[in-house]
């Protein structure tokens, strides 16, 4: 079956660095993607994966290794606006996305 | 540059009423349209989707249906509503030249069935 896994929650302290994991099986790969998503608010992009390594976007990183079906998103100098969920979805062979649950982060002061 | 509408932005809606809800996109052209559930604690659940007019995938057998009676709208809906089918609806597109697939989500229809 395809499945996504990561965190439910996590916190962390405003200005440090925080990851979060994600691990994925799906029927094929054709890329890995992280949104962010504040509470009642639509999904937002944040990046896509498709070749091993890491990618960088300002503040934010997101890194995959395909042989380990594992991404994880990087947040360094957290800022109290980046309390908020970040789904990790694999897009499959059929194009179509398959979407973790999601990991709330909360930013302490 | 391009932008999507949704709404109603909330409903509440009796059991067995009907339901119809819509979404718009603009400065695009043949743009890969979807419906999205969102439940608590669960990943986004994709409902239908759609790459052209009248063309509708559905990936779950429930008591919803979709139309996309113009090239930049999708509209989702229902006879009689359940209970369960309370919940978050996302409404979403993608361009279809874009290999990477981004979605690019409308702002989100709560629905509350009582």
């Known amino acids: 079956g395809q499945n996504i896994d990561q965190p439910t929650e996590m916190t962390a302290t405003e200005g440090a660095i925080v990851q979060i994991n994600c691990t994925y099986q799906t029927s094929g790969f054709n890329g890995l993607f992280w949104y962010q998503q504040h509470a009642g608010e639509a999904p937002t992009f944040l990046s896509y994966?498709?070749l091993d390594g890491l990618e960088e976007k300002g503040r934010f990183s997101s890194f995959l290794s395909r042989s380990k079906g594992y991404s994880y998103l990087l947040l360094k100098e957290l800022q109290m606006k980046d309390s908020a969920s970040y789904l990790c979805?694999?897009?499959?062979?059929?194009?179509?996305?398959?979407w973790g649950a999601g990991t709330k982060l909360i930013i302490k002061p | 540059s391009q932008t999507i509408h949704q709404w109603p932005a909330t409903l509440v809606q009796p059991v067995g009423s009907p339901l119809s809800l819509e979404c718009t996109v603009e400065?695009?052209?043949?743009?890969?349209l979807y419906w999205y559930r969102q439940a608590a604690g669960r990943g986004l659940q994709l409902l239908f989707y759609s790459v052209g007019i009248g063309q509708i995938s559905s990936e779950v057998p429930q008591n919803l249906s979709a139309s996309r009676p113009q090239d930049r709208q999708f509209i989702l809906s229902s006879k009689k509503l359940l209970l369960s089918d309370s919940g978050f609806y996302l409404c979403?597109?993608?361009?279809?030249?874009?290999?990477?697939?981004?979605?690019?989500f409308g702002a989100g229809s709560r629905l509350t069935v009582l």
């Open positions: 994966n498709v």
């Open positions: 979403a597109w993608s361009a279809l030249s874009d290999g990477a697939n981004v979605l690019t």
């Open positions: 400065g695009t052209s043949n743009p890969n």
């Open positions: 979805a694999s897009m499959d062979s059929n194009y179509q996305l398959i």
